[in-house]
């Protein structure tokens, strides 16, 4: 019973330790043509390889294997034919015990007997590598990456610690042993004296401004002013379009006077509608038997009723 116990304890712990330090235990930074980056302790230039810790717990990386043979992927291959093509990370290097956000540099293509950083992964930097870190059971494949051929002194890294995408980092930007991302504050002045030292490119663009400011004011009162003109022809126009119609309707009104003048004198100032109503009232009256003897002649005597005219 209790060995069953201890069993499932086992199951239970041993894949979450590995998923554990799958996640933490990364590739970081791959530099292979060096000539003028770090050097090792015997004042040489190598290849290197960076490994970063990038959880904040620590971990010790010793036991494990780095190889740049693609045959290990081979799922049949036997454990210690695939510990025949890696190199293991020493047990005897302190170093390797990585605490939170650690890093820490291998040299390739060296001989483990220069120290426990050195290892004989072989790295050819003329061609695409490819380099994978595995478990110490050298089944487990941890992480791996295919670095690119690249000019000397650049390395490829991820473009964070821990992050997914590698990126191509040129010689003054390469970070051995140090996290790949560095924020450095840069105040506006310092970087307008960093990116223009002479100070030409600030006098430009503050000529531009200014030619820029006095071509748009140019074009704003160009546009003001022809529309103060225009404002202006108008109100030049108006009037004479007023005297006009003023004088059509005085020469209409002087018609219709002399019109009514007219019939005025022929009716001796009796009115048209007056004049029909006189007519028909005799007529009525002639009717009515109201008239004289004479054959031929109507007399209208005046007489007072409602049609007369006050």
């Not at 239970?12 to 050097?39: C, D, F, G, H, W």
């Not at 210690?80 to 820490?104: A, C, D, F, Y």
């Not at 990456?145 to 000019?151: A, E, G, I, N």
């Not at 219709?256 to 003048?261: A, E, G, P, W």
Request: net charge neutral; charged share 20%.
């Amino acid at each position: 019973m209790r060995r069953l116990l201890t069993y499932l304890i086992t199951l239970l712990v041993i894949p979450s330790v590995y998923a554990q330090v799958s996640k933490s235990i990364r590739l970081n930074e791959v530099l292979l043509n060096n000539t003028q980056s770090i050097v090792d302790e015997y004042d040489n230039h190598g290849a290197w390889l960076e490994i970063a810790n990038v959880s904040h717990s620590t971990y010790n990386i010793r036991g494990m294997y780095i190889t740049t043979d693609r045959s290990v992927l081979d799922k049949e291959m036997s454990v210690p034919e695939r510990m025949k093509r890696m190199s293991m990370i020493p047990n005897t290097e302190k170093r390797t015990q990585l605490t939170g956000r650690q890093h820490i540099v291998f040299w390739l293509n060296s001989n483990p007997a220069k120290g426990g950083t050195h290892l004989t992964v072989p790295a050819d930097g003329s061609k695409p590598l490819w380099i994978a870190l595995y478990d110490g059971n050298a089944v487990d494949l941890l992480d791996s990456v295919t670095v690119p051929v690249l000019p000397e002194n650049t390395s490829y890294a991820c473009k964070r610690d821990g992050s997914f995408e590698w990126v191509v980092k040129a010689v003054d930007a390469v970070t051995p042993g140090q996290e790949n991302y560095i924020q450095m504050e840069e105040s506006v002045v310092q970087r307008i004296k960093r990116e223009d030292p002479h100070g030409f490119g600030i006098t430009l663009l503050g000529v531009g401004i200014v030619f820029s400011c006095l071509a748009l004011l140019f074009v704003v009162f160009t546009i003001f002013g022809a529309y103060m003109r225009h404002k202006q022809e108008l109100k030049e126009i108006q009037p004479l379009k007023t005297v006009k119609a003023v004088k059509d309707e005085v020469s209409d009104m002087a018609h219709q006077t002399s019109v009514i003048l007219k019939d005025g004198m022929r009716t001796r100032g009796i009115d048209k509608e007056v004049y029909i109503a006189v007519i028909s009232m005799a007529l009525k009256q002639y009717q009515d038997d109201v008239h004289d003897v004479e054959s031929g002649i109507i007399t209208i005597t005046p007489k007072h009723s409602n049609w007369t005219r006050v």
